[in-house]
């Protein structure tokens, strides 16, 4: 009989992973990295204009081939939660892999504190969005990430300005009822005035 203890790890992954490998032969598998490196590059370069648009930057990672970061410092300044925030918009609109890292975050396990939890070191100067170019990414999921960041990013600059406007700042459904009260409002006047 087979013995598993609690705590380890199953072989499944492994063999997956080798009988995948297997099928898709050394050519196979050289074509998935080609194409790999192909959707990092626009990656990049939809990432680099999305962050533009927004006041933020692409983090320079020059050693690391498969992933990257984007500042997220005007989130930041907008709100202490805003950062935590957007990770989980993402979440919700099913935005699996990337990753926000909110800076100056500490979590302590069993006594010990890890100062910049989650981040790549202790004191990452901003907040940042890591994203990376799996093997298997198709031109189409950098599309609709790219949009579902920008729709998330446009939230958050409408509630920003919300606020700067005097209106009441922390739901962009409550900006949103708004506008809608006053369209209806404006069409009643219409209808009346007729």
Known sequence: TLFRSPGRASASPSLDVLIT????????????LKERKEMYVYLVNELKKLAEVYGERL???????????MSLK?????????????GSMLFTRQVSG??????????TVSGYTFAGFMSHTS???CSYLNAASAI???????????????????????ERSAGENG??????????????????ESLQDVILAE
């Open 167 to 184: 209106l009441e700042t922390g739901n962009a459904a409550h900006t949103s009822e708004l506008h809608l009260g006053e369209l209806s």
């Open 136 to 158: 298997g990414m198709k031109k189409q999921d950098v599309d609709l990430f790219i949009k579902r960041l920008d729709k998330c990013l446009k939230d958050f600059r409408k």
């Open 21 to 32: 490998l297997l099928s898709l032969g050394s050519s196979g598998y050289k074509e998935l």
């Open 123 to 125: 004191n990452y100067p």
């Open 74 to 86: 005007n989130l930041e300044e907008q709100s202490s939660t805003a950062v935590t925030k957007l």
């Open 98 to 107: 990337a990753r926000v890292v909110p800076r100056d975050s500490a979590q």
């Open 59 to 69: 983090l320079d990672t020059p050693h690391n081939p498969i992933s990257l970061a």
